[in-house]
Nanobody, 117 residues
Framework: QVQLVESGGGLVQPGGSLRLSCAAS????????MAWYRQAPGKQRELVAG???????NYADSVKGRFTISRDNAKNTVYLQMSSLKPEDTAVYYC???????????WGQGTQVTVSS
């Protein structure tokens, strides 16, 4: 079993920055892809950014140029650096990882990001 704990969320003014962290623990054999999703009020959950084991990344069009995803394999941690934040970025952000021995993905509990003046 794998547990995910997100941290770094909070209240920030438009134009500000935040860095989210997600640490994985438990019975980890190997972690493949890692990603961040978000769900805003009244909307479906959407992919924000993903990173594969080889290091390739992908981003939602709405965050390209503003968000950066990275990972530290030694710490089993994935990060999301967010800059130039907009009110539209307000959402609960969820970390998810895939491991080689499990056919589904593990999900964290989520961390709230609120962008407001």
């Amino acid at each position: 079993q794998v547990q995910l704990v997100e941290s770094g969320g909070g209240l920030v003014q438009p134009g500000g920055s935040l860095r989210l962290s997600c640490a994985a623990s438990g019975s980890i054999f190997s972690i493949n892809s890692m990603a961040w999703y978000r769900q805003a009020p009244g909307k479906q959950r959407e992919l924000v950014a993903g990173i594969r084991s080889a290091g390739s990344t992908n981003y939602a069009d709405s965050v390209k140029g503003r968000f950066t995803i990275s990972r530290d394999n030694a710490k089993n941690t994935v990060y999301l650096q967010m800059s130039s934040l907009k009110p539209e970025d307000t959402a609960v952000y969820y970390c998810t990882v895939g491991v080689s021995s499990y056919p589904y993905r593990y999900w964290g509990q989520g961390t709230q990001v609120t962008v407001s003046s």
